[in-house]
């Protein structure tokens, strides 16, 4: 088992910055690549950033890119998305996944096998 605490959602106006992280319990960390996802009212839950367990290239959905980056910092067993130039459209909820590396679809919801609880993100207009 693995354990997904987030935090650091909040209230941004837009063209601000917010920094989520996502702090891992339980089996080794390092084990598992990492994503992140959103879901806004109404919608499916969606893709949103993506690293493997070596914390080697970041991969991102067309929406955020060049505006987000994600990292992580295995001897913390944390990984963080830091999401520059907020729009009201990146409003959702936030959450952090697992999965294994083995698992070749990172941009999938079905491929990650532990969640996170979400954390709420606002932007304002």
């Excluded at 949103?48 to 994600?70: E, L």
């Amino acid at each position: 088992q693995v354990r997904l605490v987030e935090s650091g959602g909040g209230l941004v106006q837009a063209g601000g910055s917010l920094r989520l992280s996502c702090a891992a319990s339980g089996r080794t960390f390092s084990n598992y690549a990492m994503g992140w996802f959103r879901q806004a009212p109404g919608k499916e839950r969606e893709f949103v950033a993506f690293i493997n367990w070596n914390a080697g290239n970041g991969y991102y959905a067309n929406s955020v890119k060049g505006r987000f980056g994600i990292s992580r910092d295995n001897a913390k067993n944390t990984v963080y998305l830091q999401m520059n130039s907020r729009k009201p459209e990146d409003t959702a909820v936030y959450y952090c996944a697992a999965k294994e590396d083995s698992k070749p679809y990172y941009q999938l919801v079905s491929q990650y096998a532990y969640w996170g609880q979400g954390t709420q993100v606002t932007v304002s207009s």
